[in-house]
Structure formats: C-alpha cells, structure tokens
C-alpha cells in the first residue's frame, strides 16, 4: 500500500509515516511538502497509490485547491483533508469538492487510524456526518465519535482504545449519551441513532 501525504510541517508527516508504519510495515508514505511537489512526485512503481492525505493550510494556498488536481492525476484515489480546523464551511466545501474524509490534527492517533481505514474500505468519514440529523439531540463532537463506535457494535474497551481515552470515560460519555437520547440502554441507543439517521 502506498500513501501520498502533503503537508509543509516535516514534524507531522514525520509522525503520520511513524502511525501507517506502526499500522502495517508494508506501507509506503511517499512525503510531499506541497501540492507543486505532490504533482511531481513519480507514485508509478510496484505499489499502487491507495490514499492521499492534504493539509488544508498549506504554505501559500488553500488546500481544498489542490483538490482538483490531486484528482485529475490521480483519478480513484481517495483524498482526505487533514487539518488543525473544525470549521464547518470548510469541512462542507472539501465534501463539495469530492474529499472522502476530514481529519482534525488533534484526533487521537487510534481514531485518526481507525477513519483512514474506513476511507480505505470505501467508506467516507467526516467529524460532521451525525450534525444534520441530530435535531434536538445536543452532542458534543466526541460523543458523536462515541455513538458512532456504538453503532459498529463495539464495547467499551475498544471505544476507550480507538479514541485514546480510558474505559471510565468512554462509560462517562455513554451516560450522557443515554440521558442525553432518553434512552436506558447500548440497544435502545442504537435503535434511537438509527431512526434519527444518525447510524
């Protein structure tokens, strides 16, 4: 597998190629520091190119530009904006635009992994999927994340693992889901997420 990452920070392409490294050693992340050198760069070897990761803030651009031609030259391959930003506007524009997900730099590493995954199975991730639907059920963006786990059927260790964060606070936030749904348990939860169209 081979992944193209843009980004002008060599701090945290140095830390993303660590995460794909730990991910699954066979992985190639082919670093790139802008989009100028994205587009030169030759991904045409014995490892085909399965993702690529954009930062929105590049040095002297908007990111969401590079969009187009990311996907002219690399026409089928999933782009995933990562960035520092949670605003909403941009988060929709790189929808717009044909980005498969929307990465915030400060997801812990596990969930980061865990939505690039998704992205490599077909799947799109954005922080917001849950926010139009979510009519009278006030959530905070992390316990959206949570509900999210829910509904794929994990339990409590594996929420607290893929979000980074211990059991008794993924058991925190599932009660202030509960309260927060008027539901009394994981099922009833679920069955509730689903008729909003939440999962």
Do not use: W
Request: hydrophobic share 45%.
């Amino acid at each position: 597998m081979q992944v193209l990452l843009i980004d002008d920070h060599a701090l945290f392409r140095a830390g993303m190629s660590l995460l794909f490294q730990r991910m699954d050693p066979e992985v190639l992340v082919v670093e790139a520091n802008s989009l100028e050198d994205a587009l030169n760069q030759d991904v045409a070897n014995a490892n085909p190119l399965n993702l690529i990761l954009l930062d929105l803030a590049l040095q002297g651009m908007n990111g969401l530009d590079g969009l187009r031609p990311l996907q002219k030259k690399f026409p089928n391959v999933p782009v995933v904006v990562v960035t520092g930003s949670a605003d909403p506007d941009a988060m929709n524009e790189a929808r717009a635009k044909g980005a498969r997900g929307y990465l915030i730099k400060t997801t812990a590493a596990q969930a980061m992994m865990h939505a690039l995954q998704k992205v490599l199975q077909g799947e799109s991730h954005f922080p917001d999927d849950l926010a139009p639907a979510m009519v009278g059920v006030n959530l905070t963006p992390r316990q959206r994340e949570v509900l999210d786990l829910l509904c794929q059927g994990k339990v409590n260790k594996e929420i607290a693992s893929i979000l980074g964060m211990s059991e008794h606070t993924a058991q925190t936030h599932l009660k202030i889901i509960f309260r927060t749904m008027e539901v009394h348990t994981r099922t009833e939860a679920v069955l509730a997420a689903r008729r909003l169209g939440i999962c």
